[in-house]
């Protein structure tokens, strides 16, 4: 892994990885994923993903650094400061709301424009299993 001076836990998100802003000794900030062991396969996946969304400038965390750790699969990827979208967008107009809306739409265009692999689950069943 990479090396840091600090780590802070982040209690969010829908998914069951460990989530922490790590610093470095340059003062640069990171979000670390830590999942378990058995999900290797599919979070590599993931990073190998990332990389694809990246490549056509799809504002993301950068993926930086994927392995393995004694607590299981770790990825590394470049911090993005900001506010959670569900607790700002109240705060906006209407027309800021239906804006950023339609940036939504055109980000969500060119990550569909990823061709998934053919070995790829089907939708409904990973949507389904991730709202269980």
């Known amino acids: 892994m990479l090396n840091y001076i600090s780590k802070e836990l982040i209690d969010k998100g829908w998914s069951g990885d460990q989530k922490y802003c790590i610093t470095d000794e340059n003062g640069t900030r990171c979000l670390l994923r830590i999942s378990d062991a058995a999900s290797y396969d599919r979070k590599k996946f993931e990073?190998?993903?990332?990389?694809?969304?990246?490549?056509?400038?799809?504002?993301?965390?950068?993926?930086?650094?994927?392995?393995?750790?004694?607590?299981?699969?770790?990825?590394?990827?470049?911090?993005?400061?900001?506010?959670?979208?569900?607790?700002?967008?109240?705060?906006?107009?209407?027309?800021?709301?239906?804006?950023?809306?339609?940036?939504?739409?055109?980000?969500?265009r060119k990550i569909h424009s990823i061709l998934a692999s053919a070995a790829q689950e089907d939708w409904d069943k990973r949507f389904n299993r991730k709202m269980d």
């Not at 694809?52 to 393995?68: E, M, N, Q, V, Y």
């Open 47 to 108: 990073f190998i993903m990332m990389k694809r969304a990246a490549s056509l400038k799809i504002p993301i965390c950068l993926p930086i650094k994927f392995g393995t750790c004694k607590e299981g699969v770790y990825s590394v990827q470049s911090w993005i400061d900001g506010e959670d979208a569900e607790q700002s967008i109240s705060g906006c107009s209407e027309t800021e709301q239906y804006a950023y809306g339609l940036e939504a739409g055109r980000i969500l």
